[in-house]
C-alpha cells in the first residue's frame, strides 16, 4: 500500500485491501494419531512439537532455528515442505540432532490439518515474507505461531495469537519456542484467540469484500441493458 501511494502517487482512499483467504479445510478438525503414526513419532518423547511449513530455502529462514534445535532436545522440530535447493545444506548443518525431521515433500492440507492437531506452535522465521498464508492456516487450527517480524506478518497479523520477531535473532527463538511448549494453558488460550482471527479470513468473506468493490465501480446496470 505504502509503495502505491508514495511511488505511483494513488490517493490512499482509493486504495482497498483485500488478504487472501484460507482454504475450508483449515477449519476441519485433524486427527493427531494419523500425524505421529506416518511419521513415527511418539508423542511421549517430547515435551512439545514445533512445526516450520513451506519450501525449503534460504530465504524461509530455517538455518536460523539451529540455536532453539540444538538447546531444545526435548521439543521435536518438523519441517513440512519441499526442497527448493537447500534442504541438503540445512541436513547437513543439523546433522546429529535427532529432535527434527525433514518431511522432504509437500504435504496435502488434509495431511497437514492431522500436523496442525499434532503441533503445539507453527514457526515462520523466514528472513522476509509477503504475506504468510500458512500463519492463518495454523491459527485456523487453533496453533499459536511465532513468525518473522520481516514484511507482511507485522503488518497482517494484529493478534496476540502470533508473536513476531526478529528472524535472524536465534537466542529469542528458543525463547519464545520454549516459552510456548513449557505452558500448555497458554498456548491453547492463544490457540483460541488466533482461530477468532483467522475466522476473518474465510474465502466466504474474503469473497465478498472483493464483490463490494466491484459493486462499488462498476456503474449500475440500466433497465436496456
Same mark, same amino acid.
Given at each position: 500500500k505504502s509503495k502505491l501511494v508514495n511511488e505511483f502517487k494513488i490517493p490512499e482512499q482509493k486504495i482497498v485491501e483485500i488478504p487472501n483467504g484460507v482454504e475450508d479445510v483449515f477449519f476441519s478438525t485433524g486427527f493427531a494419531p494419523n500425524f505421529y503414526r506416518e511419521w513415527n513419532i511418539n508423542p511421549e518423547k517430547w515435551q512439545g512439537i514445533a512445526v516450520v511449513v513451506g519450501r525449503v530455502s534460504?530465504?524461509?529462514?530455517?538455518?536460523?532455528?539451529?540455536?532453539?534445535?540444538?538447546?531444545?532436545?526435548?521439543?521435536? %522440530? %518438523?519441517? $513440512?515442505?519441499?526442497? #527448493?535447493?537447500?534442504?541438503?545444506?540445512?541436513?547437513?548443518? %543439523? &546433522?546429529?540432532?535427532?529432535?527434527?525431521?525433514? &518431511?522432504?515433500?509437500?504435504?496435502?492440507?488434509?495431511?497437514?490439518?492431522?500436523?496442525?492437531?499434532?503441533?503445539?506452535?507453527?514457526?515462520?522465521?523466514?528472513?522476509?515474507?509477503?504475506?504468510?498464508?500458512? !500463519?492463518?492456516? $495454523?491459527?485456523?487450527?487453533? !496453533?499459536?505461531?511465532?513468525?518473522?517480524?520481516?514484511?507482511?506478518?507485522?503488518?497482517? %497479523?494484529?493478534?496476540?495469537? !502470533?508473536?513476531?520477531? #526478529?528472524?535472524?535473532?536465534?537466542?529469542?527463538?528458543k525463547v519464545s519456542i520454549e516459552g510456548i511448549v513449557k505452558n500448555t494453558s497458554r498456548a491453547e488460550e492463544l490457540g483460541k484467540v488466533g482461530q477468532e482471527f483467522a475466522e476473518k479470513y474465510t474465502w466466504a468473506k474474503i469473497t465478498q469484500k472483493i464483490i463490494e468493490v466491484y459493486e462499488e465501480v462498476l456503474p449500475e446496470s440500466s433497465d436496456s441493458e
Open positions: 534460504y530465504a524461509k529462514g530455517i538455518q536460523n532455528l539451529k540455536i532453539a534445535i540444538k538447546k531444545l532436545k526435548n521439543v521435536l %522440530f %518438523f519441517v $513440512a515442505g519441499g526442497d #527448493d535447493g537447500y534442504l541438503n545444506t540445512l541436513k547437513s548443518s %543439523f &546433522s546429529g540432532m535427532d529432535n527434527i525431521i525433514f &518431511s522432504e515433500k509437500f504435504i496435502t492440507p488434509e495431511k497437514q490439518i492431522d500436523m496442525y492437531a499434532a503441533a503445539d506452535v507453527l514457526l515462520l522465521p523466514s528472513l522476509h515474507e509477503a504475506f504468510g498464508i500458512v !500463519v492463518l492456516e $495454523a491459527l485456523a487450527q487453533g !496453533v499459536p505461531v511465532i513468525s518473522t517480524n520481516k514484511g507482511g506478518p507485522a503488518e497482517i %497479523f494484529t493478534t496476540r495469537a !502470533v508473536k513476531l520477531i #526478529d528472524p535472524e535473532d536465534k537466542e529469542e527463538w
